[in-house]
């Protein structure tokens, strides 16, 4: 099985700051990477897939990067409505494995 | 109205069986591959089972090989996990999960709210 590695696991942002999350896989995966934001008590919500392509009507302050075995997900500025849990997924192949996730709090 | 809603999540004593249903509408259901995924209280995401859209290809996660089964009817816009031999472990709450391709091999762009499964004795 592929495995993905987020980093780091928590954060602490205020509204308006950069941030980065990284994702790594255990093997290449090309670009076949995908980042999930859940917002508490929520099902999840697909931001970006294939590494850099980003999901019809979601914000342009999300961003992607990455190919091969290291992965990006940045956040331009955060919004309020951003303090969330992210993680990121491989579609390579089966199992479709994710991340443990990284939980963006406010500072 | 576009969702996925589950059904079908309760309280059982592990060993036994249940059986989830997930209700599509407002898109072309049989266009698309189809899985379940589950999250345990406070845990992360697992991806469980999943099939391509003619039920063609069919996979499971090794924590539920031999135990679940997948199905779907494309007449009836529904997807459906029959789960036997529960454990402890596989209390977690279940979603109903849209491929973005057929053939099952793209992100997952629809969720359903959820549908909790409950093992305890």
């Known amino acids: 099985d592929i495995q993905m590695t987020q980093t780091p696991s ?13 994702c790594r896989a255990s093997q290449n995966i090309d670009n076949d990477l995908n980042w999930y934001q859940q917002q508490p008590g ?3 919500n697909l931001l970006i897939h294939a590494a850099a392509t980003l999901q019809s009507g979601v914000p342009s302050r999300f961003s ?38 990284t939980k963006v709090e406010i500072k | 109205e ?20 997930c209700a599509a509408s407002g898109f072309n259901f049989q266009d698309y591959a189809m899985h379940w995924v589950r999250q345990a209280p406070g845990k992360g995401l697992e991806w469980v089972s999943g099939l391509t859209w003619n039920s063609g290809r069919v996979d499971y996660a090794d924590s539920v090989q031999g135990r679940f089964t997948i ?3 494309n007449a009836k816009n529904s997807l459906y996990l029959q789960m036997n031999s529960l454990r402890t ?32 004795s």
């Open chain 2, 2 to 21: 576009v969702q996925l809603v589950e059904s079908g999540g309760d309280l059982v004593q592990p060993g036994r069986s249940l059986a989830l249903s």
């Open chain 2, 89 to 120: 472990e596989d209390t977690a709450l279940y979603y109903c999960v849209r491929d973005r391709a057929a053939a099952g091999h793209d992100s997952f762009d629809m969720w359903g709210r959820g549908t909790m499964v409950t093992v305890s």
């Open chain 1, 42 to 44: 929520k099902a999840p």
């Open chain 1, 10 to 22: 928590s954060l602490s942002a205020s509204v308006g700051d950069r941030v980065t999350i990284t």
């Open chain 1, 64 to 101: 992607g990067s990455g190919s091969g075995t290291d992965f990006t997900l940045t956040i331009s500025s955060l919004q309020p409505e951003d303090f969330a849990t992210y993680y990121c997924q491989q579609s390579y192949n089966t199992p479709r494995t994710f991340g443990q996730g």
């Open chain 2, 71 to 73: 199905s779907r009817d």
